[in-house]
């Protein structure tokens, strides 16, 4: 499966060098969801494509940018998303 994340840049007039977008399988049967992964920490726009993600599967997902200060913290969860079926 594959999910596009869309966001928006930092306020303010930071330059950024790149985005940084972690994922995290979102487990039901389990009080702990599994740990952050890094997607890229290399993608220059606002918009990335995460694909090779289990069918039928809930992720969250979180941004972070890089600029001439270092990292920024990372965005709040957007809400949890669902993959579509294989077909």
């Not at 306020?11 to 950024?16: A, E, R, Y």
């Not at 985005?19 to 995290?24: H, P």
């Not at 726009?45 to 809930?58: D, I, S």
């Amino acid at each position: 499966g594959w999910i596009e994340l869309h966001w928006s840049p930092p306020s303010g007039s930071l330059l950024v060098d790149s985005y940084e977008v972690q994922k995290r399988l979102v487990v039901s049967d389990s009080l702990e969801s599994m740990k952050w992964e890094t997607v890229t920490n290399t993608c220059q726009n606002t918009r990335y494509l995460v694909q090779e993600l289990r069918p039928c599967a809930q992720y969250e997902f979180r941004v972070r940018a890089l600029t001439f200060d270092g990292w920024s913290s990372f965005s709040e969860v957007g809400g949890k998303y669902t993959t579509g079926r294989r077909h």
